[in-house]
């Protein structure tokens, strides 16, 4: 069975002064993760939230907080994230290189879903064994843009890396992330993504549960047709 749909508003692009209530109207809206960038400013420029911000938001919702950490060294906020109520942690593989097999074993010790993001500059190869592991991650997040920054455009030359990632593994869920919206769902969808990250073309949208339909049925229409295995 091919994995569910997952559609994933990243909070990024919300309102930050009214993020509970932003949290309850994606879920109305029918969203099912909400997308948690967590940015140190030395990975990436940008400088967001970390994990007293998701421990406030979980007060005011039971949903999926799916945490994308675009931070230098990991590990260091496991713990920290565990105890906030953090549902899914994604690191990237280029600064877990030599200790990703540690940080998925505390990640999942947690009690949170362990994934892993790759830079667009990354090869797919490299991700190979962590899906592979005796302890394998769960997701695979494809950046469709430079991690940092919200608003920047879909790069089309990334869904080589979803498709070969669906191909290798069927049942794996497979993210992407970066300029999704429905004017781009369907390459994603039809490379294999079935976990949808969308922050602008959510939340500047005029009816934002239109969009998160329109996501969710691009990809259960690829998933039908099986397109990306042809």
């Known amino acids: 069975m091919l994995p569910q749909p997952k ?3 990243s909070m990024l692009s919300s309102d930050f002064a009214n993020l509970a209530s932003e949290a309850k109207f994606m879920e ?3 969203a099912d ?3 948690m960038d967590i940015m140190d400013g030395h990975y990436v420029p940008n400088l967001t939230i970390g994990a007293p911000v998701i421990k406030s938001l979980r007060k005011h919702t039971s949903m999926f907080l799916d945490c994308h950490l675009m931070v230098t060294n990991p590990l260091d906020y496991v713990d ?13 593989v280029e600064v877990a290189q030599d200790n990703w097999r540690e940080l998925v074993r505390r990640i999942k010790a947690g009690g949170m879903r ?5 830079k667009p500059g990354t090869p797919v190869e490299v ?5 592979e592991s005796a302890e ?8 469709t843009v430079e991690p940092g920054f919200g608003g920047q455009k879909f790069m089309p030359d990334m869904m080589t890396k979803v498709n070969t990632l669906r191909k290798k593994f069927p049942h794996l869920d497979i993210q992407v992330d970066g ?9 994603a969808a039809t490379a294999g993504a079935n976990c949808i990250v969308a922050g602008s073309s959510v939340f500047g949208a005029q009816d934002p549960a239109g969009v998160i339909s329109d996501l969710r049925n691009g990809v259960e229409g690829a998933q039908a047709s099986l397109s990306f295995f042809k």
Not at 127 to 131: D, G, H, N, S, T
Not at 136 to 143: E, I
């Open 7 to 9: 559609i994933a508003p």
């Open 28 to 30: 109305q809206c029918g």
């Open 33 to 35: 993760w909400l997308h």
């Open 80 to 92: 920290e994230l565990v105890k906030a109520g953090a549902s899914g942690f994604t690191f990237h």
């Open 114 to 118: 362990a994934a892993v993001a790759l």
């Open 127 to 131: 991700v190979f064994p962590l899906v």
């Open 136 to 143: 394998p991650v769960d997701m695979v997040l494809v950046m």
């Open 179 to 187: 300029g999704l919206g429905p004017s781009t769902i369907q390459q």
